[in-house]
């Protein structure tokens, strides 16, 4: 049993949002188009934009974060997951997959019908959670940052249906 909970985090929230981000960064700079250096760089004035534009979900375990997931508009009736990360003491206790449960029931409670990713090449653990959730890989590839060798993958799925129990978060 789990004692992590997954919360929409409110614009008012901000500060926590930097700091899980920047954890984020820190710990895995391979799996982000973004680097510490540029967004620890931000005034508070773009967290905060950024937080009331995003739709973004907080894991937390025992009240502490442990990680984070957001989801955009991206495009007619589709949104693109983004900014995915778990704490290395929370890999493998199922934060991951309420984070992705959150975001799918999400999307698909505003009758949106994709969600569509990005995964770095080589990250295998993502992928795999991922594919648990219906993910596909949909044949697109691009450079993780303008100018670097590393590469990642797209992927997506329908969002129709949610499975029973997936991704209820707590308010």
Known sequence: MTD?????????????????RLAALADAPYAFCSTWSGESAFPEEKWQE?????NT??????GRPCGLVS????????????????AP?????????????????WAAGRDLTGLRLWVTEGND???RLYERHGFRRT???QSVREGEDSREFEM???TAAVPPGKGRASR
């Open 4 to 20: 992590i909970t997954v919360r929409l985090l409110p614009p008012e929230d901000w500060r926590l949002y930097r700091s899980v």
């Open 50 to 54: 950024r937080l009331a534009g995003r």
């Open 57 to 62: 979900f907080l894991a937390e375990d025992d």
């Open 71 to 86: 989801v955009l508009p991206g495009g007619p009736r589709t949104a693109e997951l983004v900014s995915m990360w778990v």
């Open 89 to 105: 003491g929370a890999r493998g206790r199922g934060a991951a997959d309420l984070l992705v449960g959150a975001a799918l029931a």
């Open 125 to 127: 653990p993502a992928e």
């Open 139 to 141: 044949g697109k590839v």
């Open 156 to 158: 997506a799925r329908e």
